[in-house]
């Protein structure tokens, strides 16, 4: 079983930053892959990045690439999601999740039903 809590979420002014942190518990991370998604009000939930348990392999959704920057600590048991130039369409749930399902494939990181646990969310507001 694994705990996910998500933190660094706010309000924040288009161009501006915020930094996601994904904290779990329970099992570690090895053999994971972790991912964040986000849903906003009438929207299906949507993939935003994933890394590998190792931090060698990451993937991006195409509206944030080159803005989102993922990582991972696994001392700390920890992900990132680094959010640069934020946009208004961006406001959302940031959601973090886990995935036991390996290897790392794009087919698999990106779709929601292959994730096994699921944080409870941190909102992102982006004001233009």
């Known amino acids: 079983q694994v705990q996910l809590v998500e933190s660094g979420g706010g309000l924040v002014q288009a161009g501006g930053s915020l930094r996601l942190s994904c904290a779990a518990s329970g099992r570690t991370f090895s053999r994971y892959t972790m991912g964040w998604f986000r849903q906003a009000p009438g929207k299906e939930r949507e993939f935003v990045a994933a890394?590998?348990?190792?931090?060698?392999?990451?993937y991006y959704g195409d509206s944030v690439k080159g803005r989102f920057t993922i990582s991972i600590d696994i001392a700390k048991n920890t992900v990132y999601l680094q959010m640069n130039s934020l946009k208004p369409e961006d406001t959302a749930v940031y959601y973090c999740?886990?995935?036991?399902?390996?290897?790392?494939?794009?087919?698999?990181?990106?779709?929601?039903?292959?994730?096994?646990?699921w944080g409870q969310g941190t909102q992102v507001t982006v004001s233009s």
């Open positions: 999740a886990a995935s036991s399902r390996t290897p790392f494939a794009i087919v698999v990181v990106t779709i929601t039903g292959k994730y096994d646990y």
């Open positions: 890394i590998s348990w190792r931090g060698d392999s990451t």
